[in-house]
């Protein structure tokens, strides 16, 4: 029975390196190779688009794709115009009023030490002929050209002169630009943002007037535009997503892989009332958002080598002679930060992605929150939650070691009997289960309260893994970036030390090889985490120093010896 449960606890590990391989396949663009999360649905098939730049509605066959038009011939020069919050530092284009870049204000480029040399904002939307994401907005309309992201327009409000900084005030809440685009077929389109303190949510509002003698019917549109390059705060043995992501209450979060667009393989809710489309990375995302109940068309494309994800508003119908419409949105450009993004929209901070085990992951983070706020550090909070973790389990494990010491007690006992039956296996297993019976030991206890720990402190490793508040966050001493690997190794090599006392501490298989395989496992699982951030393998070591604690009480209370063993590597 003891191999039988040497047996599991293999099993458990291999399916664990299964679950690992298939989500590292899936976090590089390839299909799940053991759980594929079922066929995706082809994408629904587009009219043909003379301009690959402007999206176009899957409904009303007779629009006249705007791209397709001749562009007015620009009659005021192209400008750029930067404004300023206490939070972004934002550039707009005064082609189409997109905005072509973004930088935060509150985060750094750098990380850990470097960040004692300088502060550079961190950039998140960028144009600058190496990089492209952009946000962009405009209009798609029936049977005529509209104004779209690639129509000139000129910043009407404030009046400022080109290129000069436009900024908050001391004082100043709100801070409002107003684009106005040139006539297209008779439509005109203003652009108004609205610049809050404190916030990353930029209100935007599509005013659209008809000067034109005929009855125009117009759908605004918002879309953001990217490249494929992944964020830099990954390594070769962990991958976060980077790419496309749609919400509704119907579909919930779904995302959608670069590789999969590249393929075609595109399934997500495209007709709802509700929800978002986002482009997210590790710790940063942006976000277009219509006010709740407003029905759109949610879209995934290709466009050229870059990726779009967009929403078609409802239509606006004006009649000529100066008639207007608007049409409200919201443009989100930050960080990931849970409980900020609750309050803006909801569902809006599942960006902040846990995966398949967010019911357990949420409520741990609300808890490392609230230890955060009481003691004021991130890594002192990481320490403190996985003691509160190890004591809600306290009982459980307390169940299991007492099963490993009596294994161990009576291990010697099970040897010397496998050596004098190894001939005879039936009579062999009667008397394993004789012992098993006299001693009152149950060679399965020890598994069942390790399995049903598992899902808990793999969903912490998520949460400290998706958490922008431990970017360059410090804990003591040398660890200034709790999001960055410990620059000298020492937590790295303690995590180490302390897992092979861990495995010490264990009773050994009766098989040799089975023996050796133990020790090695965790010692190349060790290797891993001199790559990993600092916050992960302080979680982890924790962890280990608690196992090694209770399981060294256990086995006093039960009087036995605390021996290590070591298995014979010759």
Known sequence: MNDIRRSILWVIFGFSLILLWDRWQVHHGQPATFFPAGTPRPAATAPTEPSKDVPQPSVAATATPPGGAAAPAPSVPRQRHTVRTDVLELTLDSVGGTVVEAKLLKHATETGKALRQGFTPLTLLVDDGQRTYVAQSGLVAEGRAAPTHKTPMRLVEPAAAAGAPLALADGQDALTLVFESEPVDGVVLRKRYTFKRGSYAIAVQHEVVNQGDAPVHVRPYQQLLRDGLKAGSETP?????????????????????????????????????????????????SAWLLPQGTPRENYVRKVDNLYAVGQIGPALA???GAASATAA??????????????????GLELVKDYGWLTIIAKPLYWLLEKIHTLVGNWGWAIVLLVVLIKAAFYWLNASAYRSMAKMKAINPRIMEMRERLKDKPQLLQQEMMRLYREEKVNPLGGCLPILIQIPVFIALYWVLLASVEMRNAPWVGWIEDLSSPDPYYVLPLIMALTTVVQTALNPLPPDPLQAKMMWLMPLVFSVMFFFFPAGLVLYWIVNNVLTIAQQAYINHTMGVPLKFNLPNFK
């Open 318 to 320: 004006l009649a000529p």
């Open 237 to 285: 043995f962990y991958s976060t997503f980077t790419g496309p992501a749609v919400y509704s209450s119907a579909a919930k979060y779904q995302k959608v892989e670069f590789a999969h667009i590249d393929k075609g393989n595109i399934d997500i809710q495209r007709q709802a009332d509700d929800g978002y489309v986002a482009m997210v990375q590790h710790y940063f995302f």
């Open 329 to 346: 949105a919201t443009l989100y450009v930050g960080p990931q930060e849970e409980k900020v993004l609750r309050e803006v929209a909801p």
